[in-house]
């Protein structure tokens, strides 16, 4: 119980969430980069 608390807690979401959003421009930036190599 204690547990699903934690997840669901708002803070934690927003900060998972600016990651992924970085995380993906990182990868948009290199799948980039390797097409115009090809």
Known sequence: ???EKSLKSPTRDIKALKQE???RK???KKNKKR???L
């Open 26 to 28: 990182l990868e948009e």
């Open 21 to 23: 959003k970085i995380l």
């Open 1 to 3: 119980m204690a547990r």
């Open 35 to 37: 097409k115009s190599k």
